[in-house]
């Protein structure tokens, strides 16, 4: 019986996403700024990054292919919930392919619980390829959050030969707390 491979991400541009997002959900999917330092400032403060799984991995094909490298190469996974007054608001997934990790070393690995973004933000050398985004599908999410049509986006950080990519998909919590702020 041959076995289902879970299915790629189908990135687009996101003025090209059809059925559009909403004008709220496309505010945060086009984020140019640190989606960290928003989040924290939509929960005043009571932000925190999850760590889910952290570890060498097989990247997907649609992730060595932005990473320039061959399909089935091996690169450091980090997957976390970024989370506001404790409940997961994003779902996040980094890559960097072992091989650009090995020329040009990258504290991805030592993180925990600081966010990936005061590395990507806080050193100017890092430029930022343009965002996508798609449908995330739902059985690459933690079975926790599995949900069908949840926004997600990527975008790849790059520092010379150096790429880490980097996906979020946007949590129906995240919606709630948007279209409530906390009191
Ligand atoms: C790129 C950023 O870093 C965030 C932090 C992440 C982490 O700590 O793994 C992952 C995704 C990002 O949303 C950011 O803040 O914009």
């Known amino acids: ?13 996101t003025d090209r996403l059809d059925p559009a997002p909403s004008a709220c959900q496309l505010d945060w999917l086009n984020e140019q700024g640190s989606l960290t330092l928003r989040l924290t400032t939509l929960a005043a403060g009571a932000f925190a990054v999850e760590p889910l ?6 990247l997907r094909d649609d992730e060595c292919a932005v990473l320039g490298v061959p399909a089935g190469s091996e690169g450091w ?5 970024l989370l506001g007054h404790g409940r997961p608001w994003v779902f996040a997934r980094s890559v960097a392919a072992r091989s650009a990790l090995q020329r040009h070393p990258f504290a991805l690995d030592r993180l925990g619980s600081t ?9 100017p050398a890092f430029s930022r390829q343009p965002i996508e985004a798609c449908r995330y ?19 790849l950080f790059c520092q010379g030969p150096l790429g ?11 919606w709630q707390a948007d279209a409530t702020p906390h009191t």
């Open 1 to 13: 019986m041959s076995q289902t491979l879970p299915a790629s991400p189908a990135w687009l541009a």
């Open 53 to 58: 799984a952290e570890g060498w991995q097989t």
């Open 77 to 81: 996974v980090r997957e976390v919930y």
């Open 115 to 123: 966010s990936l973004g005061h590395l990507l933000f806080r050193d």
């Open 137 to 155: 599908p739902a059985a690459l999410l933690p079975v926790a959050v599995r949900s069908d049509g949840l926004w997600g986006r990527r975008s």
């Open 164 to 174: 880490v990519l980097v996906a979020e998909v946007f949590l129906p919590a995240l």
